[in-house]
């Protein structure tokens, strides 16, 4: 009925698929390596930076040497150093130009001029220290040299004697642990002048500390009272302004707006591209775009009946095939022996699973003349199926709940065949475009707490 399903809003309720690394993500944030019929979360791919962009004024792309002489930052756009709103440039009578912020009515009016020349004087200041790291190095290697050899200065301008005997009164001195152990043993002693030793210090009677009053401290009106909240500038305002140092609003002035990156993934294990985005800045297409989305059945939760412990609940969901080929899905409890699935499967309750596999149609551009409208329900023979509707069909999958159980956690295997789509450019060691990938994909349903 209705009053038993709930609405999906709570946070604990999601569908994790887990990667080949055993972390659990959300298929919108997952990929699809076709190359090793696997998939890839955020942590098994290299991200590498093809170009850099301004996505304000979307001019053409930057390669990465001349985003690193502009500080990586835009050259024509400024942002709002308020609300970080690109700023509007407004020319004056004087030859000046004002800024302003049409979101929170910021102006640049009558607040200081923002001093210019900072990027030469950030590249004359990291030229200095480079410069100073340099010197610093090569004072170290000849103090290391010195250590090692007390003559290293004095190369060239002693004869083999005088270095010969001053080696040999230098083998006749302690060594440096040796007089290390003795400055860290006189450190409790003093010097006796009469012995000519050095001997223990006489213990000396402290005075008890002196109590003192501890000063009450003033109320918390009292510290912001003679201070305008408004007035002062936020973390975020001074971490933008990081050019100057400021700690009021009204020495905040524009700053230029940081640019973004394209960037391409890359598969940790065989290093083939997974994405890579097109260079210019005004497209949002991909020339390679393996998301996981395109390439695995989707599972989305319909409704969830009150789960109670001890008891029997159900669960309803929608399984989508988006392949272009008919597959026939198989959903088990735990993966088999050839299945390569070492992640381990959280759960704390069972879920009951059907024994035959699903069959779901291909996905089509345009629904057949004699489909069924959309949520109607179909008459179907398959067990656990209760409607279906083009490329998906609704599952509803019972819940055995333990009595001790507070969170329902479920998970299973998900098992598909499919063939690849063939691949332009082929390595001999891929597989043939007639190769048959059988994968098997951990997926974990989170249902939430459990009703009293």
Same mark, same amino acid.
């Given at each position: ?7 999906? /809003? ?22 699809? $390596? ?6 890839? $979360? ?72 923002? %001093?210019?020349?900072?990027?030469? #004087? ?7 220290? +480079? ?23 004095? +190369?060239?301008? =002693?004869? %083999? ?18 007089? %290390? ?15 000519? &030793? ?39 305002? #001074? ?5 100057? +140092? ?13 640019? =973004? ?8 294990? $065989? ?16 020339? /390679? ?12 939760? =319909? ?27 198989? =959903? ?6 050839? &299945? ?44 656990? @199926?209760?409607? #279906? ?17 507070? %969170? ?25 475009? &007639? ?8 997926? @974990? ?8």
């Amino acid at each position: 009925s209705r009053g038993e399903i709930r609405v999906l /809003m709570a946070a604990s309720v999601a569908v994790d698929y887990l990667c080949s690394c055993g972390t659990p993500t959300s298929i919108s944030r997952l990929y699809w $390596c076709r190359h090793c019929v696997a998939l890839r $979360c955020g942590r098994c791919v290299l991200q590498e930076v093809d170009s850099f962009f301004c996505s304000s004024c979307l001019e053409d792309q930057m390669p990465s040497s001349e985003s690193r002489a502009n500080q990586s930052r835009c050259s024509k756009c400024m942002d709002c150093p308020l609300c970080a709103c690109v700023l509007t440039a407004i020319p004056t009578d004087n030859g000046k130009i004002t800024y302003a912020c049409g979101f929170c009515q910021w102006t640049s009016q009558d607040r200081p001029e923002v %001093a210019t020349g900072i990027p030469e #004087r950030l590249a004359q200041l990291l030229e200095g220290y +480079r410069y100073a790291a340099g010197e610093e190095q090569r004072a170290s290697e000849v103090r290391r040299a010195s250590l090692a050899n007390p003559l290293y200065h004095l +190369r060239g301008r =002693l004869g %083999a004697r005088t270095r010969y005997a001053i080696q040999q009164r230098q083998s006749q001195l302690h060594s440096r642990a040796h007089c %290390a152990a003795n400055c860290r043993a006189r450190t409790t002693k003093v010097f006796d002048a009469a012995r000519n &030793d050095w001997v223990d210090a006489p213990d000396v009677p402290t005075a008890p500390p002196a109590r003192t009053t501890r000063t009450p401290a003033p109320p918390p009106d009292a510290l912001f009272a003679a201070i305008d909240i408004n007035s002062v500038a936020t973390l975020a305002q #001074r971490h933008r302004a990081s050019n100057i +140092r400021v700690t009021a609003v009204s020495g905040l002035g524009p700053q230029p707006r940081a640019m =973004l990156a394209k960037r391409s993934k890359r598969c940790k294990t $065989c290093e083939h591209n997974l994405i890579k985005p097109e260079l210019s800045p005004v497209s949002i297409k991909f020339k /390679m775009s393996l998301f996981a989305s395109l390439s695995v059945p989707t599972i989305r939760l =319909l409704s969830i009946a009150p789960l109670r412990p001890g008891q029997q609940g159900h669960v309803v969901v929608v399984v989508s095939n988006p392949l272009d080929q008919a597959i026939d899905l198989a =959903l088990t409890r735990d993966p088999k022996e050839e &299945d390569e699935v070492v992640v381990p499967m959280p759960r704390t309750a069972e879920i009951v699973l059907p024994d035959e596999p699903i069959h779901l149609p291909e996905m089509e551009a345009e629904p057949p003349v004699d489909a069924p409208e959309p949520g109607a329900a179909v008459a179907s023979t398959e067990s656990f @199926v209760v409607a #279906r509707h083009r490329h998906t069909a609704q599952l509803c999958l019972p819940v055995n709940i333990g009595p001790d159980t507070k %969170a329902v956690q479920v998970s299973f295997v998900m098992r598909y065949s499919f063939k690849p789509p063939p691949v332009p450019s082929r390595k001999p060691d891929e597989p043939a475009p &007639d190769t048959v990938c059988a994968p098997a994909i951990p997926v @974990v349903l989170s249902l939430g707490p459990c009703v009293a």
